[in-house]
């Protein structure tokens, strides 16, 4: 195995372990597409555990040292980083813009010492780095079959939506960060401060006032599911299978939400493995058929 095959297979370990549904969608893709989303990933994630972990002393220090390895590697100056080997080999190959891996920095950067969002405007700042940016990312690999440009909106919403899925989903454990990704704007208006949000956490008591809060953020998540969903057809067909399940099982993460009564300050709900299972199966078959008929 030479090293950039090995690099691509401590990328590919990295999503199988910590992105359990992207991971199963990516099984839907060519095999040589699977390595350069493998790689996006692996970026992504080893900066993400950098900020969330808890493992570092000086996590601000790391991120800079993180980000200035990138530009060495860019440059064409091995580090030795695995994960930046292999990502700075896809972004050549599929000319993805340098910027968006910057601009994915500065909102990890954020998170070191932003620990609210006083609006949608604001919150939307922060998500463009820390999502949409990725789904720009992954459509060169994706490939479409309309100029690129006009792809981008959908596959930035695309990113926005599984961003604010997260944030519906996890917004207990972001709490014990410190941090709340809600428009406070939003919370404000049906009663809802952090004090409360942390009080449901802490009892496991529901309130009516978070739940029509929750209501409103899920309503604008749907939203962007349904811009996301106009891109899909602009994908070339070999690549719309792994992108409609991983659209359609994060989507359902919503459903889990409203099913639990938007209870989920003191608990994770996911789409039950059965479900996953239910969707990817028929979507391996078609995937297969559009790689028969691409070819």
Known sequence: ?????????????????????FFLATRLLGPDQRPAVHALYGFARWADEIVDSG??????????RWGARLEE????????????AA?????????????????FLASMRMDLTVTSYPDFAALERYVHGSAAVIGLQLLPVFGTVVPRAEAEPSAAALGRAFQL???LRDVGEDLDRGRLYLPED????????????????????????????FRHVLAHTFAEYREAEVGVPMLRPRSRPCVRTALKLYREILDEIVAADYQVLDRRVAVPDSRRLAVAVPAFGRALVARVIGR
């Not at 590697?73 to 930046?84: I, K, N, Q, S």
């Not at 404000?188 to 496991?204: F, Q, Y």
């Open 1 to 21: 195995m030479t090293d950039l095959a090995a690099a691509y297979a401590r990328c590919r370990e990295l999503n199988a372990r910590h992105g359990r549904t």
């Open 55 to 64: 493992e570092s002393a000086d996590p601000a220090a790391e991120l800079e």
């Open 73 to 84: 590697e860019w440059a064409g100056r091995a580090t030795g980083h695995p994960v930046l």
């Open 87 to 103: 990502v700075v080999d896809t972004a050549r190959r599929y000319s993805i813009d340098h910027a968006l891996f910057t601009e």
């Open 165 to 167: 899925t997260n944030f």
């Open 186 to 213: 939003v919370l404000a208006v049906h009663g809802v401060d952090r004090e409360l949000l942390v009080w449901c956490r802490r009892t496991g008591k529901s309130d009516q006032r978070v739940r029509r809060a």
